[in-house]
């Protein structure tokens, strides 16, 4: 009987270790949302970072800057070491970079922002979820029913027929050109997919809007493998229709700021048409050098 009990008060002890070590390592970790300021050379600057962390163990981060308009923006780079953190704010000038130490309560993330080689110090204080309303981001709903007029139709016309431009001709240009460039310092191929891609996936952060895990405008780097690219420019045309469907015509005028400019939620639309199509001419051009006809020329020539 009294090994029957100190086997049962053993085993209660080392659960109860074990759920105060898990706690312990939880608070320690720096997965959560942070909110401090960064001191720039002129001022100081509010930011928020959402850092997460998925089953496979893989770290992702997101980036807001209220004053600037950003809003869950992708960071790249994101690299966690102990208590040790990095990430990168991918295609902006200076190549920015910022580093962090988690305090040994796991209260405090304080380190440095790098960028055109001077840097800048920040310190972040770990907030809970329900203070600060991350659980209001906006994630993308199931597609509503196609409009049948209205600036919504009109502009899913317009993106519709570019996203099916681009994903034709990005299968129709063979693999082994994928790493093609007209001269040194422009944009292969590849990454003129890619920089559409992640312009799709990115700018309606600028509305409040998730971008899917893992996307940012860094891809155009990473990504080159003619599958993965042309997989990619597919989910992003997608991401932005089910965007559209889900705003209604009432919320189009919404104020929001783009990189920091009074804007509305129909002028990140119609950059979103216009980026989309500025890149599809220089798509267009780039084959025609390769002697790659568009399918859609190809189609109308006839026989």
Do not use: C
């Not at 130490?101 to 440095?112: F, P, R, V």
């Not at 780097?221 to 705003?247: G, M, N």
């Not at 939620?265 to 390769?290: D, M, T």
């Amino acid at each position: 009987m009294r090994t029957i009990l100190g086997l049962t008060l053993g085993l209660t002890v080392l659960l109860l270790q074990t759920s105060i070590l898990a706690l312990a390592q939880d608070r320690q970790s720096a997965q959560g949302h942070w909110e401090g300021i960064i001191t720039l050379a002129d001022r100081e600057l509010a930011i928020t970072f959402d850092i997460d962390r998925d089953d496979s163990g893989a770290w992702s981060a997101t980036i807001d800057v209220p004053s600037q308009g950003f809003r869950f923006y992708p960071l790249s780079q994101v690299a966690v070491d102990g208590s040790t953190l990095s990430f990168a704010v991918p295609v902006l000038p200076g190549d920015p970079v910022f580093k962090a130490t988690l305090s040994e309560d796991g209260q405090i993330l304080a380190g440095t922002l790098s960028r055109g080689g001077k840097t800048f110090p920040f310190k972040l204080v770990r907030k809970a979820v329900d203070q600060t309303g991350v659980s209001a981001k906006k994630d993308i709903a199931q597609a509503a029913e196609p409009p049948s007029s209205g600036f919504r139709a009109a502009f899913l016309s317009e993106f519709d027929e570019s996203g099916k431009k681009l994903v034709d001709l990005a299968e129709a240009i063979p693999a082994e050109k994928y790493s093609w460039r007209p001269g040194d310092g422009v944009r292969s191929l590849s990454e003129v997919l890619m920089h559409v891609a992640g312009g799709n996936f990115v700018l309606p952060t600028f509305m409040g809007i998730k971008a899917p895990r893992g996307t940012h405008l860094g891809l155009e780097k990473t990504v080159t493998q003619k599958a993965k690219v042309v997989e990619l420019v597919k989910q992003s045309f997608a991401h932005v229709r089910r965007i559209v469907l889900d705003t209604p015509e009432a919320n189009l005028n919404d104020p929001v700021k783009f990189w920091g400019h009074p804007d509305s939620v129909v002028g990140v639309f119609l950059r979103l048409s216009s980026h989309a199509n500025e890149h599809l001419g220089q798509l267009i051009a780039y084959a025609r050098f390769n002697k790659i006809t568009p399918p859609w020329s190809e189609a109308a020539a006839g026989p």
